[in-house]
């Protein structure tokens, strides 16, 4: 079957860094998406993986490692903002994606 | 219009009843989908359509349809509402067709309570 896995909840502090991990089981891999989605909003796009790597977007990194099935969302100089729930998605061999639970993350003061 | 929008933005509905949930898209996108959200759960495909003209089941089709008569709108129906279909509903597109990897753009959502 396919399986998305990604902690459900974590906790930081303001100006710290966190790292989100995600692992999964798919049929077929065509690329692993980070959405960020804030409580009662629509999710939006952060980054997109197809090699193995670390992709660097400002305080956001997300790296791919695809012989382990891993990923990881970094997210450096945490502001309030944040916190929101971070969602790990796989596109699979029929260009669907199949989406983890999401970690909500909280940033504490 | 910016992007993409769905009506209503929240709904009560009672069990039984037929529902039609909106969704308009301005990017002239090709591929459009719809997914449901449930606390706990990731999100799931209930359709999806690659280009106007076609649609296809996704994850959890059962209960609902859809068409793609244009670009723009792609409706999603609910027939006979039951409790378990009470979710958020989220309508997305992608430009390409579906065969090649894009990232899909969501709109705002529909909260839909069926009681």
């Known amino acids: 079957g396919q399986n998305i896995d990604q902690p459900t909840e974590m906790t930081a502090t303001e100006g710290a860094i966190v790292q989100i991990n995600c692992t999964y089981q798919t049929s077929g891999f065509n690329g692993l998406f980070w959405y960020q989605q804030h409580a009662g909003e629509a999710p939006t796009f952060l980054s997109y993986?197809?090699l193995d790597g670390l992709e660097e977007k400002g305080r956001f990194s997300s790296f791919l490692s695809r012989s382990k099935g891993y990923s990881y969302l970094l997210l450096k100089e945490l502001q309030m903002k944040d916190s929101a729930s971070y969602l790990c998605?796989?596109?699979?061999?029929?260009?669907?994606?199949?989406w983890g639970a999401g970690t909500k993350l909280i940033i504490k003061p | 219009i910016a992007g993409i929008t769905q009506a209503p933005t929240s709904q009560i509905l009672a069990a039984g009843r037929r529902m039609t949930l909106r969704c308009t898209q301005d990017?002239?996108?090709?591929?459009m989908y719809w997914y449901r959200q449930d606390l706990g759960l990731g999100l799931r495909l209930i359709h999806y359509?690659?280009?106007?003209?076609?649609?296809g089941k996704g994850e959890v089709p059962d209960g609902y349809s859809v068409s793609r008569a244009n670009t723009d709108d792609f409706p999603l129906t609910l027939a006979s509402a039951v409790p378990s279909q009470t979710s958020v509903y989220f309508c997305a597109s992608s430009k390409t067709s579906g065969d090649k990897p894009d990232t899909q753009y969501f709109g705002p959502g529909t909260r839909l309570t069926v009681l």
């Open positions: 359509s690659n280009t106007a003209g076609t649609t």
């Open positions: 998605a796989v596109m699979d061999s029929n260009y669907q994606l199949i």
């Open positions: 993986n197809v």
């Open positions: 990017m002239r996108h090709n591929a």
